[in-house]
């Protein structure tokens, strides 16, 4: 079971989103990618603990609790994209000095994947279909040990993502600008996106 929870993770994790939008725009910016992922993956260890802990259950069945939690995930996305926009990061060298500071980028990345509601959902609608109530650990170990697999997917991916993007745009910094701009779109439609789910859901 956990090998078929790797594969559909894995899947999933290179699947462009947000996060991946910010590992691109933290991988342009000098000695930035490895906080923003660092940040990420304590956002996703975090809700593993909170799915694990079987408050993720409590947490779905107050629907004021999501709703909340969604649009507090939307105004952060929205801020990040917006900044993202007007502050372009581009190619930095090694004697440039990244923007923002370690404790900052790595809040972000936490901001980015723990504030996230879809995350908490997804973890909370696919993690239990790959538990085994005969096994021999706990569900809450077999919940753990997933959520170790999936963060582990996580850091590989976005690490590669953020180097990447660095390497192949180390040379043209206006394509890199354009780059960054796109990953702050796609974080402000993502956050508009999970606005109007919300109200529509709201006003249904």
Not at 79 to 96: F, M, Q, Y
Not at 138 to 152: L, T
Not at 157 to 176: D, E, Q, W
Request: aromatic content about 10%; overall charge positive.
């Amino acid at each position: 079971m956990l090998v078929a929870f790797w594969i559909v993770s894995f899947s999933l994790v290179i699947t462009p989103g947000a996060d991946w939008a910010f590992a691109i725009s933290s991988g342009l910016r000098n000695r930035a990618l490895f906080p923003a992922v660092t940040g990420m993956l304590i956002g996703y260890l975090a809700i593993t603990v909170v799915v694990a802990a079987g408050v993720g259950v409590l947490v779905t069945s107050a629907p004021v609790v999501l709703v909340v939690l969604t649009y507090l995930g939307a105004a952060y996305l929205l801020w990040l994209g917006i900044h993202v926009l007007r502050d372009p990061p581009v190619p930095a060298t090694d004697n440039e000095r990244s923007s923002g500071s370690y404790s900052t980028t790595l809040l972000r990345g936490f901001g980015i994947s723990g504030m996230n509601p879809k995350a908490l959902l997804l973890f909370l609608a696919l993690v239990p279909q790959f538990t085994n109530q005969s096994a021999t650990w706990p569900i809450a170990i077999q919940i753990g040990v997933m959520g170790i697999a999936h963060i582990i997917n996580c850091g590989v991916v976005y690490s590669l993502v953020g180097i990447g993007s660095k390497i192949v745009l180390r040379t043209r910094p206006s394509a890199a600008r354009r780059v960054s701009q796109f990953s702050g779109i796609i974080m402000i439609v993502i956050a508009l996106l999970l606005i109007g789910e919300q109200s529509f859901a709201h006003f249904q």
